[in-house]
């Protein structure tokens, strides 16, 4: 069980290119989202979807995109990067759960991405 | 949507106890309290998660007050390899599909 994926692990950018994010997972999960963590720091929200064609907003969404055309994939893209976009990122997916119990979030091994 | 507050770091000792609070004073009614672990370069794993009362498992209890406002993770037993970043979270999926937004989490140092 692959659980979830991410894809590239390392990525190197120029200011002003862009790039797509990947993220796959394979436990039939409704709800995904994307985080980035700064050194030092805890992880901030950017994206969340709860199911295929919705997405929403979290609390650091600018300069990021997202669409949800598929219930394995979420790929976030960094439209035109800037030095302030090196992060980790990391991508993370759970099932709805029930009215009784709430299932936990589980997270890929992240991809580091510098922006120069 | 319920913030939480942790302490920034702590210190302890292979073979002795440790107990994380995390404080929750808004927690809403269908809230649960989740706790996850982080190793560097990897991503967060997730470790016990309550509702009410006390939740153990083969790693963890927690220890959740009757008002809710607060939790304490138990590690018992500490070794060198439990040196991480511990976070609590709040929140709900089921009903609210609820942003869940992390703190700056717990750093455990370990000593020998």
């Known amino acids: 069980n692959a659980g979830v994926t991410q894809t590239p692990k390392f990525q190197v950018l120029k200011t002003g290119q862009s790039m797509t994010l990947q993220c796959a997972q394979d436990?039939?999960?409704?709800?995904m989202s994307w985080y980035r963590q700064d050194p030092g720091m805890g992880l901030r929200l950017i994206h969340y979807?709860?199911?295929?064609?919705?997405?929403d907003q979290g609390e650091v969404p600018n300069g990021y995109n997202v669409s949800r055309s598929t219930t394995e994939d979420f790929p976030l893209r960094l439209l035109s990067a800037a030095p302030s976009q090196t992060s980790v990122y990391f991508c993370?997916?759970?099932?709805?759960?029930?009215?009784?119990?709430?299932?936990?979030?589980?997270f890929g091994n992240g991809t580091r991405l510098t922006v120069t | 949507l319920a913030k939480t507050t942790q302490p920034i770091s702590m210190d302890s000792y292979e073979g002795q106890e440790v107990n994380i609070t995390c404080s929750h004073n808004?927690?809403?009614?269908?809230?649960?309290i989740t706790w996850y672990q982080q190793f560097p370069s990897q991503g967060p794993r997730f470790i016990i998660q309550?509702?009410?009362t006390k939740v153990t498992n083969e790693v963890a209890s927690l220890f959740i007050p009757a008002d809710r406002k607060s939790s304490t993770l138990s590690l018992p037993r500490v070794s060198l390899s439990d040196t991480a970043v511990y976070y609590c979270?709040?929140?709900?999926?089921?009903?609210?599909?609820?942003?869940?937004?992390f703190g700056s989490g717990t750093k455990l140092n370990v000593k020998p």
């Open positions: 993370a997916s759970s099932s709805r759960g029930g009215d009784s119990y709430n299932s936990p979030l589980h």
């Open positions: 436990m039939n999960h409704e709800y």
């Open positions: 979807s709860v199911g295929a064609g919705i997405t």
């Open positions: 808004n927690i809403a009614t269908n809230d649960y």
């Open positions: 309550g509702y009410k």
């Open positions: 979270l709040v929140g709900d999926i089921y009903y609210n599909f609820n942003k869940f937004y």
